[in-house]
Structure formats: C-alpha cells, structure tokens
C-alpha cells in the first residue's frame, strides 16, 4: 500500500462549487500533515498544515482523522484561481515529506 | 517575503555529463532538502542535509548524488554522471525548524 494516496482526478467543478478531496495515509506513526498547491511546472507551494483540531483559512478548511487515517481539503465558493493540482504531504517521524500524487482540480467559468 | 531561490531554471545536459544545481535557502532555516518530479509522477524525496551533514537519503539518491553546503547560503546538488532518467524537476526546500517546508522554483533537467 503507498504511503500517501490521492484520487488523482480531474476533478471539474463549476465556479462557485463546493469541492472536497480527501488523502488517505498508511503510517499511523505519522506526525504531520500539509496540503500544497502546485501549478503547472511549478513548485509546490504550502496552502496550509493540517492539524487535529482542523483548520480554516478563507475558504479552505483542512481536516485530519487519524482513527481513519485521512485528511481532507475542502474548497468554499472555487475560483477559477483555484485550478491547479492539490498535494498532500505527511511526515512520517523523520524529516522528508512523502508526498501523493496529487488531485489535480480544474475549474469552469 | 523570502523565498527559496534556484539557478538555473533549466539545465540541458549530454548523458554522462556532470551538473550542479544551486540553490540559495531562506536566510535562517536550518534545514535543507532535495526534490525530484519526473514529468507527470510525485514529488520524491532526495536528501536531507542538516548542520552540515546528510541526516536522511532515499534510495533514489545513490553515488552519483552529492550535496554540498560551499558557504553560507549556497546549497548545491551535484550528478556525477548524469542518465537519462535523471531528467526531471529538481526541487530545493528549507525548513527553519520543526514546521513546514518552502520550496525554490525548481531546475528543470533535461538529460539528452
């Protein structure tokens, strides 16, 4: 089983929509959770960690469930500013990031 | 802001051939790391180099990869000889503690 996996999608969602991926992770040893956004031929850039507690910032709302082991990143009101590909990344107790594969999000006017 | 910052944008390069990736870390993070995306795959870990030494290392990253910290804000990756399969994007992050990681812009390498 991959340590971290994500639907890969296309996910197309209408602007305006409400849209939620979830990333499921293998090692229940792990600490902590990111999610990053990564344009096209760019860097990931970091959107937001995740805590247990959940955390919200605008209209992005992240969520760990560590019984179930996933995350979840969810999108209020999308822009078309929010087309891109969402990663989701975990330390396992040590320092690299494993990241998935990404979910790759597009959004229609 | 700060940023991670990387030169070059891209590198095309004989196989065989040696290159260098350069990176310049935010100016007080304490760790540093190395990425790779081949086109279309994952952000895979390379290495991780703290207080002047490797502290982690993928399978990936086998004696063809070496890292250097030259100077004080310099954070280099070196191939020996480079393949085919090492073209990819090549991502530097840093890391200023126990938090998250920023990532440069990347170098594309393109191996011929």
């Known amino acids: 089983r991959k340590e971290v996996e994500q639907d890969p999608g296309p996910f197309n969602v209408p602007e305006g929509a409400t849209v939620a991926f979830n990333c499921t992770y293998s090692?229940?040893?792990?600490?902590?959770f990111f999610w990053y956004r990564q344009d096209c031929r760019k860097e990931p850039k970091l959107l937001m960690s995740v805590y247990s507690s959940g955390n919200e910032d605008g209209r992005f709302t992240a969520q760990l469930n560590r019984a179930s082991q996933y995350i979840s990143l969810l999108i209020r009101d999308s822009k078309l500013s929010d087309s891109a590909t969402y990663l989701c990344?975990?330390?396992?107790?040590?320092?690299?990031?494993?990241f998935g594969t990404g979910t790759r999000l597009t959004i229609i006017p | 802001e700060p940023e991670v910052t990387q030169t070059p944008s891209h590198q095309v390069t004989q196989m065989g051939q040696e290159v260098i990736l350069r990176c310049v870390p935010i100016?007080?993070?304490?760790?540093f790391y190395w990425y790779r995306q081949i086109l279309g795959q994952k952000v895979e870990f390379l290495v991780s180099f703290y207080n002047n030494e490797i502290s982690e290392k993928s399978e990936i990253f086998d004696d063809q990869f070496s890292v250097e910290r030259p100077d004080g804000s310099n954070f280099t990756l070196k191939i020996r000889s480079t393949k085919l399969e090492d073209s990819a994007m090549y991502f530097c992050?840093?890391?200023?503690?126990?938090?998250?990681?920023?990532f440069g812009p990347g170098t594309r390498l393109t191996v011929l």
């Open positions: 100016s007080n993070h304490l760790y």
């Open positions: 990344a975990a330390h396992f107790g040590n320092e690299k990031l494993t």
């Open positions: 090692n229940s040893a792990s600490q902590s």
């Open positions: 992050a840093s890391r200023p503690g126990p938090t998250e990681q920023f």
